[in-house]
């Protein structure tokens, strides 16, 4: 959930703050129940910034990979929720 906040960081604030309520009402749930839903989560990205979602994923997976919990992976929707699942269990589980 960290690294997903942060990764969007880059959007500013007030951008950040407009997309966190998109994401919770699209869904009808938190961000930090959606991001244990990568899919879903990446599918709802997608819808919100189109093509720019991959800056967006960019972003993300770049804060992951800072903080060491999963290793290089394109931005590609399946290796991004992939990613996002692989880090929530590495936290989880405690091995980081």
Do not use: W
């Amino acid at each position: 959930m960290v690294c997903v906040h942060r990764g969007m960081a880059f959007l500013g604030e007030d951008v950040l703050k407009s997309t966190v309520y998109f994401l919770e009402e699209r869904t009808n749930m938190g961000l930090q129940e959606l991001v244990r839903q990568p899919e879903r989560f990446s599918l709802i990205v997608r819808e919100f910034f189109g093509l720019g979602s991959r800056l967006v994923f960019e972003s993300i997976l770049q804060e992951i990979e800072r903080v060491g919990k999963v290793q290089r992976v394109d931005p590609d929707f399946k290796r991004f929720a992939s990613a996002i699942d692989q880090a929530r269990v590495s936290v989880e589980s405690g091995t980081v």
